[in-house]
């Protein structure tokens, strides 16, 4: 296993915290409007995010979530062909600068939701949650799931084979929270059934899970099966935990919730011992902004001394 930690593109001191505590590995969304640049299908540009990691030290080892407009390809509207071959050139860039893996979701119209991010938990600290009974989700629907599905198909067979040809793992995030339809749009990566589906469309090196277990546990699904059906497809795991049903959950700290964590590192490296992992949604601990919840520093510091505390106890491989 390789523990990373998700940093922001530019260097701040995330990257240098980051270092401090031994982490190796960074992942990173690359998308215009956060690095002031062209997006990663322009090589130049991702060639600067890449080479600034690893002045840093760090192996630049993925990139995460959008990282341009998705909605022509994720709806299937006109121009998407051309956003295809964008999305092609990005991964072959990929593979060129070596990087290795791309975390990648098919939420349409609306990304991760919460409906609160002010709730309590230990100590005061802040974190989300979502209630369906908090939104008017009676809203006249955008797209069918049916639609979604043969969207997410032809974007399968449109980049898979630019993925294998660059060697760049695939790994895709389910809907969170895994509700459908959500505002309006559906949404099909609610369940595990939905991934066997997925993963039965093709058996390709390059196609596999970004395994978010908090996101499974909400869907009602027992993650301590999951990992050893899906074992070596699951190329990234998502370390979190929540509390409550797929309708109305709550983040927790990593160590507070109702999941055997230390089990889950266990069975994680039994059966997908060459993924990366890294903390997710860590609350906002004190004197931290709650403006960009669930992506704060302190409760990662916590959350890697958690993880590394684990893995070492465990006399886990990890890197």
């Known amino acids: 296993m390789k523990l990373g930690l998700m940093l922001p593109v530019k260097p701040d001191l995330q ?19 956060l690095s002031g640049m062209n997006d990663p299908s322009d090589y130049d ?31 299937g509207l006109p121009g998407r062909d051309e956003d295809l071959e964008k999305y092609r050139k990005m991964l072959l860039n ?4 070596g990087l290795k893996l791309l975390c990648y979701n098919f939420m349409v119209g609306v990304g991760w ?30 797209i069918t799931e049916e639609q979604v599905w043969k969207n997410y198909e032809y974007f399968l067979k449109a980049v898979l ?28 990566l609610t369940s595990a059934d939905a991934y066997r589906k997925v993963m039965a469309m093709n058996s390709s090196p390059s196609h596999g899970i970004t395994f978010c277990q908090a996101t499974f546990r909400a869907m009602g699904e027992d993650v301590f099966k999951l990992i050893p059906e899906f074992g070596k497809r699951i190329f990234f795991l998502h370390f979190r935990d929540v509390t409550g049903t797929r309708d109305n959950f709550r983040e927790t700290f990593h160590d507070n919730g109702p999941t055997d964590m230390a089990e889950l590192l266990k069975v994680a490296e039994k059966y997908a011992p060459d993924c990366l ?12 902004s709650n403006e960009k919840f669930g992506y704060t ?11 590394k505390g684990i893995l070492d106890a465990q006399k886990a491989n990890y890197q």
């Not at 993925?62 to 709806?75: Q, V």
């Open 94 to 97: 990929m593979g060129r600068l």
């Open 161 to 188: 084979p630019a993925a294998e040809e660059a060697g760049v793992k695939l790994g895709l995030h389910p809907d969170d929270p895994p509700v459908s339809p959500l505002l309006g749009y559906s949404r099909i």
């Open 45 to 75: 540009a991702l060639k600067i995010v890449r080479d600034r990691f690893a002045e840093a030290g760090f192996e630049l080892y993925a990139l995460e979530g959008d990282e341009f407009d998705m909605s022509r390809i994720k709806l």
């Open 113 to 142: 939701f919460r409906s609160r991010n002010d709730l309590k938990e230990r100590g005061g600290a802040l974190t989300s949650g979502f209630d369906i009974r908090e939104i008017d989700n009676n809203i006249e629907l955008k």
């Open 15 to 33: 990257w240098t915290l980051a270092s401090q505590l031994g982490v190796k590995y960074a992942v990173t969304k690359a998308a215009p409007e």
């Open 297 to 307: 520093m302190q409760g990662n510091l916590f959350a890697v001394g958690y993880i």
């Open 277 to 288: 992992v890294r903390p997710d949604h860590t609350p906002t601990m004190a004197g931290e």
